[in-house]
């Protein structure tokens, strides 16, 4: 089972009052351990709690801003919750709306940015990737990429082409998404410099 589909299931055995969850998995693995046979642990109950008490209203916000993914975002909204310490929350409704949001806004990037593979047959997404001018412009691209500095270049290509979050970057290189955000504002810059040039 993926972390994915184990955070996916703590969330469900949660929602059904279920409390024997499998044990959370810290975000720092980057492969969940197999399952030992061991009784699995409870979940927290503040979080537990945390997701009775708000879950009504925050699936109604994110159905006005997300109708056909609501439940998807309402579920992921509780995993990223879940791995912070909720005693050092002090607003948890704004907390909560506030990571929603951020999700919305990272799904509508994400499906407004990827072009489907059928579309562009494995093509970059270019004018036309088999005339001169498509060419030209990715044969451009690459090398302006390739001339960025490697720490840059790595949070372009994993932002652009990969379509990670500055979140998942940051973790992936082991840098704090502050440093993802500033070499991303960085190399855009000098693609755009060089691009008109």
């Known amino acids: 089972m993926s972390y994915t589909e184990n955070r996916h299931m703590q969330i469900f055995h949660i929602r059904c009052g279920d409390t024997r969850v499998p044990p959370a998995l810290s975000i720092a693995e980057p492969d969940p351990p197999q399952f030992d046979g061991a009784p699995p642990a409870a979940p927290s109950a503040d979080l537990a709690d945390l997701f009775r008490r708000n879950r009504p209203w925050l699936l109604a916000l994110l159905k006005l801003r997300a109708p056909r993914d609501a439940e998807d975002l309402l579920q992921e909204t509780f995993l990223r919750a879940s791995r912070h310490r909720l005693d050092e929350i002090r607003r948890p409704r704004a907390w909560l709306a506030a990571i929603a949001l951020n999700l919305v806004r990272e799904q509508h990037r994400r499906s407004s940015v990827r072009v489907p593979a059928a579309e562009t047959d494995g093509a970059l997404p270019y004018e036309d990737a088999g005339s001169a001018a498509g060419q030209d412009e990715a044969l451009l691209l690459k090398q302006i990429i390739l001339s960025l500095p490697p720490t840059l270049a790595e949070v372009f290509v994993l932002s652009r082409f990969e379509g990670l979050t500055y979140p998942e970057i940051a973790q992936r290189c082991g840098v704090s998404t502050k440093t993802v955000e500033w070499r991303m504002s960085k190399a855009?810059?000098?693609?755009?410099?060089?691009?008109?040039?």
């Open 188 to 197: 855009l810059a000098i693609c755009a410099a060089r691009l008109k040039d």
